[in-house]
């Protein structure tokens, strides 16, 4: 048998206490939000002195970060990916499912929600990271894009990117501040009225 090389044990060690890290501040993140949690938290939480939180990340900012380009961006890019198939079918009741399943969606997630929001306001570089995320969505959908004219493009992304918009404030509306009562049902057949003639590419 061959003993594994220092060096890589403490590379592994190192991936395990950044994981560590990541997990227990979204955990945090989802209790507390975003402002109310601080470096020291999280790094008491994980169990380790300040000084390891940083050689990791440079700010709770920058963990946050990590959450959305490894966790919750790449699961939603993965989702308007299949807006793209469906939007591709012509079918109004495909379309109809998704947004229910887009629904579905925020519920899995809504507890990140005010810590994206808080941050969004607060961190100028987390700013950075909620638009291109929006950006990228967009990009995951060239069937989309393409079924319009080349000069319209830009107005086939704003298109999604309402939509995006639409569907946060919504959820955080009704599902979360209680401001709107209706059904899920109710709410997915409403949006899909509207949304899905909003999404047919032009003739």
């Known amino acids: 048998m ?18 560590r890290i990541v997990e227990t501040a979204r955990t945090l993140f989802e209790t507390q939000g975003y402002s109310d949690v601080r470096v020291d938290d999280i790094a008491a939480a994980v169990g380790c002195s300040r000084a390891t939180f940083y050689l ?11 959450i959305a380009l ?17 939007l591709a079918l012509g079918s109004r009741e495909s379309f109809a499912d998704w947004m229910t399943r887009a629904i579905d969606w925020f519920f899995a997630n809504k ?4 810590a994206w929001d ?3 306001a607060l961190e100028p570089e987390f700013r950075a990271v909620a638009r291109e995320g929006i950006m990228a969505l967009a990009d995951t959908m060239p069937d989309y894009l ?10 086939a992304r704003l298109r999604i990117e309402l939509l995006v918009a639409q569907l946060e404030r919504f959820f955080t509306r009704w599902a979360m501040q209680g401001t709107i009562e209706v059904s899920a049902e109710q709410a997915a057949a409403v949006l899909t009225d509207v949304w899905f003639p909003a999404l047919q590419a032009p003739a």
């Open 146 to 155: 393409a079924r319009w004219p080349e000069h319209r493009r830009d107005e």
């Open 118 to 120: 808080e941050a969004t």
């Open 111 to 114: 507890n990140m929600l005010p």
């Open 56 to 66: 990791h990340f440079t700010s709770k900012g920058e963990v946050l970060r990590a």
């Open 70 to 86: 490894d966790g919750t961006l790449a699961s939603v890019l993965d989702f308007y990916a299949d807006l793209d198939r469906v």
């Open 2 to 19: 061959t003993t594994p090389r220092r060096g890589s044990l403490r590379e592994e060690q190192k991936r395990l206490t950044k994981a």
